[in-house]
């Protein structure tokens, strides 16, 4: 079975539910997934804006997942410790934690959740950035992709 990514969070068109956005309590969303391979050994998950203005947004990074988690629940807290060592990386803000996207009405934002599998944690510490693991999540061993919108009711 193929890595696969599922996010709870969503309404029957594909878009955040308010409540996960910062026009609502801003909170995470759950997002669980199924199918990892079984040489991975930890996971990473990122939600990006794709419509940003000048590269995709970082609203939410958590990376060092281990492998045998199958779901992160909703409204994590930044400051909240995760399962097994998981470590929240920045976001656009440069803050630790999910960022909730402020759509406008009239102008969903194109979201998309990424799930990357990878043989080995990151060497990174607690809140790092995108940046400083892109190139360990570019060696991952599978990825699953998930397209969303955040839209202002």
């Known amino acids: 079975m193929p890595l696969a990514l599922h996010c709870g969070g969503l309404d029957e068109t594909g878009a955040l539910l308010p409540q996960y956005t910062g026009l609502g309590l801003g909170a995470s969303p759950p997002v669980s997934w199924e199918g990892v391979p079984p040489s991975a050994v930890a996971l990473a998950l990122l939600l990006q804006n794709l419509g940003a203005p ?13 492998a045998q988690a199958d779901a992160i629940l909703a409204a994590v807290a930044p400051d909240m410790l995760l399962d097994g060592g998981a470590k929240h990386g920045l976001n656009a803000a440069r803050r630790p934690g999910y960022l909730p996207p402020r759509p406008e009405p009239g102008r969903p934002l194109r979201m998309r959740f990424s799930l990357f599998a990878l043989d080995r944690a990151a060497p990174a510490g607690p809140g790092a950035s995108l940046r400083q693991i892109a190139g360990y999540l570019s060696q991952a061993i599978e990825r699953a ?7 202002a009711p």
């Open 54 to 66: 000048l590269e995709p947004a970082v609203h939410w990074l958590v990376f060092n997942i281990p």
């Open 145 to 151: 992709d998930l397209a969303l919108l955040a839209k």
